[in-house]
């Protein structure tokens, strides 16, 4: 077998993999299409774009899940961190990069080592033989794309992302909300009690769709095309087509009794969903929306049952390639049905730069376990790397999935309650642990709180 590794897209996923191979001393060749053919979104030839803000989020490791994520990607050597240190510009506790620098630096870095070739060329195939990881991000070329779809089946490929708020569990008010299926439907008692209900009298209602209506709403970028589906229509807009539009719509009180008020029949009805197998996340079914992050925060915390609510991530509709990872990828994410094929980035449904680099990098070490013959621990659940790429492989559900950034809530919970005020412990708690295994998985050794 040959000791070559291919990667598609030389972006922030593709220039991650490409560095932790070479430094393995695998031979790479990076196939990037631009400066060739362009996206709307990027501006240069140069690998590792970032195509939006120039912002890797926080960069606290004991109280934030990226900020771990960081960690983990500067104790494995990561080049995307160690370039982003270099162009660091101040920002409080966020890690911020002087963007061209960065890539230029990125590029320089990947085009000079010695066991790497950049080759300017679009990819329009799945690859049959040879090891390869495909890059490609959310703005695939169309003919990649259309290869992708005739392999994996055309519901298992999204060109946009219709992303509900997802909401921490241990956020939610049960004094207010309550679970159950609309009509008790379903042949378990799992299956009768699936949905958590957030009830709306009248005047809730009302004051709900005001809100809506006058929030900020975020635009489209430029060469995005903005053609909803009907399937997918954002809440305000199906707010502006009317007042009564959503209670005929996702907040439809029908079906629903209100046990903590069981003789007043809601006027409409918010419903959450479980959007992990560990049952800490839970999405707002149909919500979503185009608004600023900042209005709708505000405005979901109007919801009874919500006023506290913590948001794993707010809602969202962009353009947005993505697989339905769950279904087609292994835990070593290769492609089921070609595991000569490895997929990473944001194509994988992670979202964001660092999860995309993270993806990378774990693609790039475990082609390169696969390539030398060694075998490789699967990665502990309890890390940010193992947290984001469980869910994505599996403990996200398949029918629903969208992409996700990382957050405690994809970790297994540590054993610390104690509500909001013991917070700071308790991320502190997943933070140590997460550290602790990393440090044990990257050196190769038995886990033993992994399994
Ligand atoms: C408009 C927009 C704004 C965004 N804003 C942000 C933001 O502010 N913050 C954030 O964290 N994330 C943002 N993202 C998400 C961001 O793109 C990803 O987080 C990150 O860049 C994805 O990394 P990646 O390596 O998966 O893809 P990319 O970085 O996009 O890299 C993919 C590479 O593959 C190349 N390519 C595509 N098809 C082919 C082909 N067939 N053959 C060869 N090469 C190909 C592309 O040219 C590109 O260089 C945004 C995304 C978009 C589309």
């Given at each position: 077998m040959t000791r070559k590794l291919n990667i598609i897209g030389g972006g922030m996923a593709g220039s991650e993999a490409a560095w932790q191979a070479a430094q393995a001393g695998v031979e790479v060749v990076i196939h990037e299409m631009r400066p060739r053919i362009g996206t709307f979104a990027h501006r240069t030839g140069n690998l590792a774009e970032m195509v939006c803000s120039n912002s890797f989020r926080s960069d606290d490791d004991e109280q934030n899940a990226v900020g771990l994520l960081h960690w983990e990607m500067r104790q494995a050597g990561g080049l995307v961190m160690e370039v982003a240190d270099a162009h660091r510009l101040p920002a409080g506790g966020a890690l911020a990069v002087d963007r061209d620098p960065f890539a230029e630096a990125v590029t320089e870095r990947l085009r000079s080592h010695p066991k790497i070739t950049v080759q300017d060329a679009e990819i329009s195939e799945i690859p049959s033989e040879g090891h390869w990881i495909v890059a490609?991000?959310?703005?695939?070329s169309g003919a990649l794309a259309e290869a992708i779809r005739a392999e994996t089946g055309a519901d298992q490929l999204a060109f946009f992302d219709a992303i509900a708020p997802i909401v921490?569990?241990?956020?939610?008010d049960m004094s207010r909300a309550w679970m159950q299926s609309r009509y008790d439907k379903g042949e378990t008692e799992a299956e009768r009690t699936a949905y958590l209900n957030c009830p709306m009298d009248r005047e809730t209602y009302e004051a709900f769709i005001d809100a809506l209506l006058a929030a900020d709403k975020a635009e489209f970028h430029e060469g995005e095309t903005a053609n909803y589906f009907d399937g997918c229509l954002p809440i305000e807009v199906m707010a502006e087509r009317g007042r009564e539009t959503l209670r005929h719509g996702?907040?439809?009180?029908?079906?629903?009794?209100?046990?903590?008020?069981?003789?007043v029949k809601p006027h409409a009805v918010v419903q959450l969903r479980r959007d992990n197998a560990l049952g800490t996340l839970y999405n707002i079914v149909g919500f979503q929306t185009k608004m600023k992050y900042g209005a709708q925060a505000a405005v979901f915390r109007t919801i009874p049952g919500l006023e506290e609510a913590r948001f794993a991530r707010l809602g969202g509709i962009h353009r947005n390639t993505f697989i339905n990872s769950p279904t087609l990828l292994d835990d070593q994410l290769r492609?089921?049905?070609?595991?000569n094929v490895r997929f990473a980035g944001q194509i994988t449904g992670v979202e964001g730069y660092v999860e995309s680099a993270a993806m990378g990098l774990l693609a790039g070490r475990l082609a390169v376990s696969e390539i030398t013959g060694q075998a490789t621990a699967p990665v502990?659940?309890?890390t940010a790397m193992g947290a984001l790429v469980t869910h994505i492989t599996g403990g996200a559900d398949a029918k629903t999935f969208q992409p996700m950034n990382v957050n405690f809530g994809l970790f297994p919970p540590v054993d610390l309650k104690g509500g909001r005020r013991n917070r700071p412990a308790r991320y502190k708690a997943y933070t140590d642990r997460a550290k602790a295994d990393w440090t044990s998985w990257l050196a190769g050794k038995a886990l033993t709180d992994a399994a």
């Open positions: 490609t991000g959310p703005l695939t921490h569990h241990d956020s939610i996702p907040m439809k009180p029908r079906g629903l009794t209100d046990p903590h008020n069981p003789d492609l089921r049905s070609r595991p502990p659940p309890t």
